[in-house]
């Protein structure tokens, strides 16, 4: 299924491996390998990507301390693989208005920290669509190097994760405000580059 | 001291007000009274000062919810004063990077709930200057209807909280930045009125 | 009121302070005076009665550190009063299942720490009575130096705080286990004396 | 080696499963399988050691609700595998006195929600010797079906954890304050069986 969208669109494929005996089928299709929040210290698995030589999308423990994302990056990268991005997605604090608390002071101190790519999701911190372009313009301000968003035809219909995904026909406003976001953080980007940027992070 | 320095520089001035029975020597002085996280829910202060009409500052608990925070705002809202301005000052997480966790999501949150302004104290939450011109570019693109900032003419030579201020001479130019942040988020602020508000709450 | 109760029953009042300009009127009739979790960074108020010479039972923050509860309590004793009593009642953590995260730990730490007593409040961080019982055996084992527990004689019909109140007549029977517990950590007490600690701490 | 040991002493072994591919290998030797708190919601990881049908013990996440806690062992229990014991080894909150805090409020409310054993790691939650028998009382007092507690003969020679090791000739005494607090919660043990059972255990 994610060949055939692969093929419709032209788009890149980022998909999650939970299970290290599926690598194989997932190397068929994904353009980069993401290893889920919950999988961050799954160092067996994260040996694994690393030697398979793909980009890597690592999400941030939900209690994980920057330093622990950092260690956990190196599993992949001592087998070789240069290519991960790092992706803070939200902590686990006391606060219950939200789902997590999307930590953007990460952002600077992890590029002070590492040369790696810092991107945040701001779709999955927040669980609800509301929320998702102002901490989106604030991770860019931020000097994020990318934005993981979720986005639907019609949210309202989506199988998984519709109350946090932002409506098709919102994107291009929304990936214009991004861009500008992100020049005041002194990134140039190419408009066209945006537009498949974003695409291919939903 | 701080009536000199307001005569001198026709700067409005925010202080502290850490015990009731300092109240009038404050009321003298200060345009705006400050009531620190230390104090969030000292309730008969907030009562004290929602009885002085005087506008507050009231900075979030190091631990509250945004919730905590609106209730501890009725204490002064109550008393008839209506002119509170909430401020995210950073809470407290196992993150041991820097000195609080910046959460930029109670501003898009708290906008929904209250018609308060919110404001966001970079500073204190970083602790480190490297921090704040990201944070405060992230705070305003995500709605902040303020920032404040520390600032000192030689950070190195201060007698307090040196190492999170930033040096004089900068602040042109990230007052610039900050509002083009803060007109991402749809705010229009007349350049004069974005040197007088940083300035007062610097 | 308090002082009815007091000539009534022969036991010794703890009750809070939360304004300064009280302390003339609780100094009437309180044997130990309450410094609150919210307020256990109100400098002003912690000097005030470290002035007023009365014993204190200062509650640790929701989440202020260990290093914050003994620096608190220093604002106290350097008034000149030494008789400060530390207290446990759960700190602010993600956990949903009950009101607060009751940090037994805090007990042998803080006894290599200070010579100062540690008391634990197990009614406040459970907010139910079911757990009450429990968390009392279990920081009576760990080395507390005493317990402060909620009891009335009809729970349900409480005016404040009965969902955590144990019903008075099983106090005798609770005294006798903690008691027990306490022994096991190197506790040697008169059973009076148990009788006469815990109803003082009610 | 782990086969060496339990044939030499006739001890029971529990050794961690980090990787489905190991479970052959572990299947020989352990009589119980750790899934670590890494690996709580490592989902294929759960199933597989599910249809294993060998014990499992089950560590809480350091950032793991209760609730998520439960959820985890639903993984192993639909596979048929009905041998779950859960295990609090301490939580991530802003403390750093310690390298965790031991919930042990834990334990009466997972007592309420089921029936499943519940074990506790005092040794990893501190992280040293000075903190493991109060806190192993605490948890027995509290209702702890079992207690986790690592031992050496000459821990400053431990080639791993020594620091939070008790030494073996300490483990006699460690033992029967353990029961006798246990028996406070209610449990009564033969002495035989505590010995074997903690031998286990380490």
Same mark, same amino acid.
């Given at each position: &299924? !994610?060949? #055939?969208?692969?093929?419709? @669109?032209?788009?890149?494929?980022?998909?999650?491996?939970? *299970?290290?005996?599926?690598? =194989?089928?997932?190397?068929?299709?994904?353009?980069?390998?993401?290893?889920?929040?919950?999988?961050?210290?799954?160092?067996?698995?994260?040996?694994?990507?690393?030697?398979?030589?793909?980009?890597?999308?690592?999400?941030?423990?939900?209690?994980?301390?920057?330093?622990?994302?950092?260690?956990?990056?190196?599993?992949?990268?001592?087998?070789?693989?240069?290519?991960? &991005? !790092?992706? #803070?997605?939200?902590?686990? @604090?006391?606060?219950?208005?939200?789902?997590?608390?999307? *930590?953007?002071?990460?952002? =600077?101190?992890?590029?002070?920290?590492?040369?790696?790519?810092?991107?945040?999701?701001?779709?999955?911190?927040?669980?609800?669509?509301?929320?998702?372009?102002?901490?989106?313009?604030?991770?860019?301000?931020?000097?994020?190097?990318?934005?993981?968003?979720?986005?639907?035809?019609?949210?309202?219909?989506?199988?998984?994760?519709?109350?946090?995904?932002?409506?098709?026909?919102?994107?291009?406003?929304?990936?214009?405000?991004?861009?500008?976001?992100?020049?005041?953080?002194?990134?140039?980007?190419?408009?066209?580059?945006?537009?498949?940027?974003?695409?291919?992070?939903?």
């Amino acid at each position: &299924m !994610l060949a #055939e969208a692969k093929a419709e @669109t032209g788009l890149p494929v980022v998909t999650e491996l939970m *299970d290290a005996r599926d690598l =194989p089928a997932v190397l068929e299709v994904a353009d980069v390998i993401q290893i889920g929040a919950r999988n961050m210290q799954n160092f067996p698995l994260l040996a694994e990507v690393g030697r398979a030589g793909r980009p890597v999308l690592l999400k941030r423990g939900l209690s994980a301390t920057l330093e622990e994302l950092l260690m956990a990056a190196e599993y992949v990268l001592k087998e070789g693989n240069p290519n991960v &991005m !790092l992706c #803070e997605r939200g902590i686990r @604090t006391f606060e219950t208005a939200y789902r997590s608390t999307l *930590d953007l002071q990460a952002i =600077p101190v992890l590029k002070e920290l590492t040369h790696l790519p810092v991107v945040v999701d701001p779709s999955h911190a927040a669980g609800r669509r509301g929320l998702v372009r102002a901490m989106s313009l604030a991770a860019a301000a931020a000097g994020a190097d990318g934005i993981i968003v979720e986005v639907h035809p019609t949210p309202d219909e989506a199988v998984c994760d519709g109350p946090q995904a932002l409506p098709t026909d919102s994107l291009a406003e929304y990936a214009v405000a991004v861009h500008q976001a992100a020049a005041l953080a002194g990134k140039e980007l190419a408009p066209a580059k945006i537009g498949a940027g974003l695409a291919g992070a939903a």
